[in-house]
């Protein structure tokens, strides 16, 4: 018998096919001079028409687009944006980066995302925003957020960065709020290496951020080099823009082959004592990454189940931490159910051409553990 590992399941790796290569190759070769934006403005221009929103601006990540969405909202000393507890670090950074505070309130054992009743309890007269992050692809509740915010007179922000491909209601995730930001990120479900989009349907914040996105310089403003303001510098290239150009054409095929590999490991994970991403009546689910939360009550060693993957030479990724419980933010012990998750949760493996095989290969390792974890 042979000592080899099996070969390796990455746990993300972007779709790329000779379309990406070859309007990179064309950006590389042609896109300077008069021709520097183009592959931008046609990115920018697909995005919107797929998202249904009427603006976009291209920047260099998914932090960057939240910085200056909120940036141009005028958020900043003082102000309070309240997020879900469990979350990554990118949605909360530009909070603090503005000098405002972000409050991290629980989320939904179901969605894992924000709890309105959470948010509504945490509201006070320095709030200025929810931030709805659409975590793994699950979407938050936007009906209780919308009816929250208008009633507290707040801004509704979605960090649609994991939510490619989701939908509430025939909305899709990042069109819905004030606005909307997205991470191109090489892990996300659509690529440009790093890379981020703002969007939104209001006028006058987009003219805002547009200033802000060119370093404080209105775009019509006839002096050169005259900024009316510090402004930020996070844009995206030509090049990163043609790669993102060739992914959005194949939007519908790349979130197709992620909700493939989703249904292939719920099939096979199903009888099992845990839950995966949930997909509400009236919502669709851009799986961006399958996600196993074990019962609450059985028995479970996330450790022991990342040591066997690694030993079976498969990537695992533990679910996010309670922002709360990092050092740079006040403990939140009232957070439990953010806590409990955490504990119990992994990702699983997720690109978007993973063979059906080493889906199976996975909810093996998966299935060993969490059974021989019960018995
Ligand atoms: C990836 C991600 C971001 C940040 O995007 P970058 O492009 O890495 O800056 C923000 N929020 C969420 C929820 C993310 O998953």
Redesign the pocket.
Known sequence: MSDKLPSRIHYTKPSITERETAYAADAAANGWGERCYDYIYRFESLFREHLGSRYAIAT???????HMGMAGLGIGPGDEVVLGDI??I??AAPVVHLGATPVLVDVLPDSWCLDPAAVEAAITPRTKAILA???YGNLCDMNALTNIAQRHGLYLIE????AVGSSWYGRRAGSMGIFG?F???G??TITTG???IFVTDDESLYERVLTLSNHGRARDEKRQFWAERVGFKYKMSNLQAAVGCAQIERIDDLVAAKRRVFEQYHEILRALPLSMNPEPAGTCNGY?MPTIVIDDGVPFNREALLAAFKADNIDGRVFFWPLSTLPSFDARPENIVSHSLSRRALNLPSYHDLSKEDIARVARVVAGHVKGATA
Do not use: M, P, R, Y
Request: aromatic letters at 10%; glycine letters at 14%.
């Open positions: 260099s990540s998914g932090t960057g687009a939240l979350n990554w990118a949605s992050v659409h975590l960090d649609a960065a994991e930001a991470s191109f990120h892990t996300k790093e890379g981020g961006w």
